[in-house]
């Protein structure tokens, strides 16, 4: 078993930036990918990036080039998402996940929205 909590969500205007992080309650070990999904409005949950446990990165096509996924490289407890230049169509709840071979671990999200 593994909580997982999303901070760093917000407020911020087209062009800005955030930093969103999650946090483990544990050290992941042995672990497929840790990754971000968001859901606006309306819509179905997708995928936004994910990181695998041998550190391969993998984007959603609209935020190719803005953002950018991390982990602690050891004793791995948390997953970042810098998100850059920021557009309306990025506001959602984002929603950090680690999956394992039996499971998939979610967070409760944190909320972004962008607007002027």
């Known amino acids: 078993q593994v909580q997982l909590v999303e901070s760093g969500g917000g407020l911020v205007q087209p062009g800005g930036s955030l930093r969103l992080s999650c946090a483990a309650s544990r050290t992941i070990i042995s672990f497929i990918a840790m990754g971000w999904y968001r859901q606006a409005p309306g819509k179905q949950r997708e995928l936004v990036a994910k990181i695998t446990s041998g550190g391969k990165q993998i984007y959603a096509d609209s935020v190719k080039d803005r953002f950018t996924i991390s982990r602690d490289s050891t004793a791995v407890k948390n997953v970042y998402l810098q998100m850059n230049s920021l557009k309306p169509e990025d506001t959602a709840v984002y929603y950090c996940?680690?999956?394992?071979?039996?499971?998939?671990?979610w967070g409760q999200g944190t909320q972004v929205t962008v607007s002027s």
């Open positions: 996940n680690v999956m394992f071979f039996t499971n998939t671990y």
